[in-house]
């Protein structure tokens, strides 16, 4: 039973335009969530996170959006760059700060 | 500015036999862990240890072992590689504190058991 899910496995954006990757969870004891952003043949690295007690956070062309009583919350980029190109794992810390993964969305930013 | 290294990178094994995988964090983070990512599957955690000394099962310990050897280092050991085991792993680090959530993450180790 997957606790954390990103149910578009893959998303491809025009660069420039606005990319939207979504995640969903279960457990409402989660308090915590971030977004890693993946390159092949490396480790998952920090993007950006959110408190439970928030609705929004900004930084720079990242934001995400927490929608606490829909369980669900989403990374927005803008402008998208080809450089954004890469898997993205969402994440939610429960207790003990251990990290539960969505299963990732892979985005292809065109040229 | 190492961070969080791995070693090593790639390692190929045939089933039955035994490996042990190296985490080394120059952070000084006291917690670390180990995760598995299988496609589709995200990142599943194995095993943590949220301070030195101390070791605990993640989501999928089955088939592993742990050792916090020191502050620094954090080893995860396949006693009879499994084809199941085929994965890549990787080594994180954080440190303790309601506002230290984010976790660092080594490069990773490519295992395959044939």
Redesign the interface.
């Known amino acids: 039973d997957q606790q954390v899910k990103q149910n578009s496995p893959s998303l491809s954006v025009q660069e420039g335009r606005i990319s939207i990757l979504n995640c969903d969870y279960t457990n409402s004891m989660f308090d915590y969530f971030l977004w890693y952003k993946k390159y092949p043949a490396e480790g998952p690295t920090f993007l950006i996170s959110i408190s439970s007690i928030k609705d929004k956070n900004e930084d720079g062309r990242f934001t995400v959006f927490l929608n606490k009583s829909a369980k669900h919350l989403s990374l927005h980029i803008v402008p998208s760059q080809p450089g954004d190109s890469a898997v993205y794992f969402c994440a939610a810390r429960a207790a003990g700060n251990k990290l539960t993964f969505g299963g990732g969305t892979r985005v292809l930013v065109k040229p | 500015n190492a961070g969080?290294t791995q070693t090593p990178k790639f390692q190929v094994l045939k089933t039955g036999q035994s490996m042990t995988l190296q985490c080394a964090q120059d952070m000084n983070h006291n917690?670390m862990?180990w995760?598995r990512q299988d496609p589709?599957?995200?990142?599943?955690?194995i095993y943590?240890s949220?301070s030195e000394g101390t070791t605990?099962k993640?989501?999928v310990p089955n088939g592993y072992n742990v050792s916090r050897l020191n502050k620094r280092e954090f080893s995860l050991r396949l006693e009879s590689a499994a084809p199941s085991q085929t994965s890549v792993y990787?080594c994180?680090s954080?440190d303790?504190g309601w506002d230290?959530?984010?976790?660092?993450?080594?490069?990773?180790t490519r295992l395959s058991v044939l």
Request: aromatic letters at 22%.
């Open positions: 969080v917690s862990y995760y589709g599957m995200g990142l599943r955690l943590y949220a605990d993640g989501e990787f994180a954080s303790r230290k959530n984010i976790q660092y993450f080594g490069a990773g």
